[in-house]
């Protein structure tokens, strides 16, 4: 099972917004609506970000919002704050063989 | 508050063993499928595998990459997850994560700091 593609790295100035795509196959992100997205500081555990897509668990900033077409799935921060400098990973189901598959994470800068 | 913390981890010769704990509270833990995921230094995430809960058997799914080299248990009355690794590969050599299931379907609550593990002569 292959990691899904994500870009290395975005940026943006802060009160811009930025996307992160994650792009994964018809076994994958295609096949369900089970995208997750996690943000990471260095050193520290991933926090989930989204769920299903397109949900936010309680206490993530309506900033964050998810979407999904076809074998690509996105992140889109809205109104970057340096606090959202981090690492973002993207996740799916994939099946009860594999399960989970997760993105090769992108690096988000603020400027 | 939701707590897990992993041990066991250290440094260990390629082709060794090593035993892994997952310590749990906060939470039902024996109402909880429990997963492992690792993260190499400077990598990205990799989900390792995951054991289910008694009623499901404590059936247990795993990652190409570790299959029959790894093994998931848990002892519900310890409120303990561990990961027996045998076999150990350099490749191995990563910060160990256990993790709830999170909110929704397949979403995982990471509540640890990790256990580093390094394989290496």
């Known amino acids: 099972q292959s990691a899904l593609t994500q870009p290395p790295s975005v940026s943006g100035s802060p009160g811009q917004s930025v996307t992160i795509s994650c792009t994964g196959t018809?076994?994958?992100?295609?096949?369900?609506?089970?995208v997750s997205w996690y943000q990471q500081y260095p050193g520290k555990a991933p926090k989930l970000m989204i769920y299903?897509?397109?949900k936010r668990p309680s206490g993530v900033p309506d900033r964050f919002s998810g979407s999904q077409s076809g074998n690509t799935a996105s992140l889109t921060v809205s109104g970057l704050r340096a606090e959202d400098e981090a690492e973002y990973y993207c996740?799916?189901?994939?099946?009860?063989?594999?399960?989970?598959?997760f993105g090769t994470g992108t690096k988000v800068t603020v400027l | 508050e939701v707590q897990v913390v992993e041990s066991g981890g250290g440094l260990v010769q390629p082709g060794g063993s090593l035993k892994l704990s997952c310590a749990a509270s906060g939470f039902t833990f024996s109402g909880s499928h429990m997963h492992w995921v690792r993260q190499a230094s400077g990598q990205g995430l990799e989900w390792i595998g995951r054991i289910k809960i008694k009623p499901d058997n404590y059936a247990t799914t795993y990652a190409a990459s570790v299959r029959g080299r790894f093994t998931i248990s848990r002892d519900d009355s310890k409120n303990t997850a561990y990961l027996q690794m045998h076999n150990l590969k350099t490749e191995d050599t990563a910060v160990y994560y256990c993790a709830r299931p999170g909110i929704g379907w397949y979403s995982l609550d990471f509540r640890g700091q990790g256990t580093l593990v390094t394989v290496s002569s």
């Open positions: 996740t799916s189901y994939a099946g009860k063989s594999n399960f989970y598959v």
């Open positions: 018809s076994s994958d992100v295609g096949a369900y609506n089970y």
């Open positions: 299903e897509v397109t």
